[in-house]
Nanobody, 123 residues
Framework: QVQLVESGGGLVQPGGSLRLSCAAS????????MAWYRQAPGKQRESVAT???????IYEDSVKGRFTISRDNAKNTLYLQMNNLKPEDTAVYYC?????????????????WGQGTQVTVSS
């Protein structure tokens, strides 16, 4: 069983920075993609940033130029550097690993989620 443990959330003033981490443990054969999602009160969960197995990145429009997604493959760890934070960024942030596995003569994909970490941007 793969488990994802998040850390780095907290309370920060507008314009400040936070760095979120997501460390995976357990059996991992191959990572297809990793991503950060967030969910604010009264809103749907949305994708914030994605990094593919090839290293390509995709960002939600509102965070472009402010957030950076990165990974350390050797440690199976995902990061989200958040700069120039705004009150609108306040949400619970979840990391996601889409894992590729070999079973019964075929590849299949499974999503794993972190427990969520609260990010609050307020003065």
């Amino acid at each position: 069983q793969v488990q994802l443990v998040e850390s780095g959330g907290g309370l920060v003033q507008p314009g400040g920075s936070l760095r979120l981490s997501c460390a995976a443990s357990g059996r991992i054969f191959s990572i297809n993609a990793m991503a950060w999602y967030r969910q604010a009160p009264g809103k749907q969960r949305e994708s914030v940033a994605t990094i593919t197995s090839a290293g390509s990145t995709i960002y939600e429009d509102s965070v472009k130029g402010r957030f950076t997604i990165s990974r350390d493959n050797a440690k199976n760890t995902l990061y989200l550097q958040m700069n120039n934070l705004k009150p609108e960024d306040t949400a619970v942030y979840y990391c996601n690993f889409n894992l590729k596995n070999w079973r019964s003569g075929r590849y299949y994909y499974t999503d794993y989620w972190g427990q969520g970490t609260q990010v609050t941007v307020s003065s």
